[in-house]
């Protein structure tokens, strides 16, 4: 099975090391990782005058389609959600029917996050449950916007985070470990599905 | 043509109002505006014993595939980037092959943005295209994620910004009606196909 490696680490410095890692996960569990910086290494640049950017949002679309599965990684980047980008290919993902497992090495709640980010002052006219900005904070106790905690639910595996956020929060793959473990058996059981069906 | 309103507006504390706004612009195109809320106005808890949020997931991802388009809502929200519910929304649409299309009422770029959000000190080693956690910047002047400006180029129509930022870049819904004029002219020339081949 090939798995679509989504997640912020390819803005990480060391990225191609933290994909590396990844994919050797992936290989002791006989998945395949896809990783979308490895368009990077061994891809050309395709059409011509295609830009950078969409180049690597055909890449990454390829990869995606090509995968049987994607584990997102959904520790909060530059704010209180997940990667935006990460985000986009979980929605992508589901809608294909693909299997989706995702966590993240943050343990507390997306309105725990919000109250930090953005403190609720009496110009909100006492309502504790607006946001600096005057929006409703969504209150279900979810690690993130709803969209995504319930995909994960409906189209694979249920969020996972830790007991306790992990000293590298970026770089850290033990809860990854889970979800390649945990997609290692859905294919089992399709394999075993399959077989029983003949 | 039935759109699906994806958008923070579900997060204002005048939500219903604006999505009201938004479905009366559609009608004004000869278009079905599909806004979240609506589920909650008219919908039952459905399966007994489902969470609140479940059951918004589902009502929303029903709503999704009864669509014919898209129009996301993606003006920077608590961070960055755009909602990142919207941001799901636009990969499942993306995903099922319905028209993309999206606005944002900020015209800034990403990388503009997290200058202003975490500053680039020299602890970063002097490398100036890292944000403060140590991440480094896409800087591909884009106003978002690549992955969300390329899907829409790619799935529909390239992100409409203005000229100058509203007044109120929350409910403001001159582009969203820019959005819904360009895909009533894409149900037209879609008609036009159909007639032509029968």
């Known amino acids: 099975m090939k798995v679509y490696l989504a997640g912020p680490e390819v803005f990480l410095p060391d990225a191609k090391a933290t994909g590396h890692r990844k994919k050797e ?21 395709g059409e011509r005058g295609a830009s950078v950017s969409r180049w690597i949002f055909r890449g990454n679309t390829a990869m995606m ?5 994607v584990i997102a990684h959904l520790t909060p980047f530059r704010g209180p ?8 290919e979980l929605g992508f993902m589901a809608a294909r029917g693909k299997i989706c497992a995702g966590y993240s090495n943050r343990r507390c709640s997306y309105i725990d996050r919000i109250a930090r980010a953005a403190s609720v002052t009496p110009d909100n006219g006492g309502r504790t449950d607006l946001d600096r900005e005057g929006h409703v904070i969504e209150n279900f106790g979810l690690p993130d916007n709803l969209m995504i905690i319930h995909a994960l639910e409906e189209f694979g595996h249920p969020i996972i985070v830790p007991e306790a ?9 033990t809860l990854f470990e889970k979800c390649a473990e945990w997609i290692t058996r859905q294919g089992s059981r399709a394999v075993t599905a399959n077989a029983a069906s003949r």
């Open 65 to 69: 389609e090509d995968a049987d599965a």
């Open 165 to 173: 956020a992990p000293a590298d929060i970026w770089r850290d793959l």
């Open 25 to 45: 996960i992936c290989a002791r569990f006989g998945l395949i990782g896809l990783f979308p910086l490895d368009n990077e290494i061994s891809g050309t640049m």
């Open 81 to 88: 959600s997940a990667d935006p980008g990460t985000v986009y």
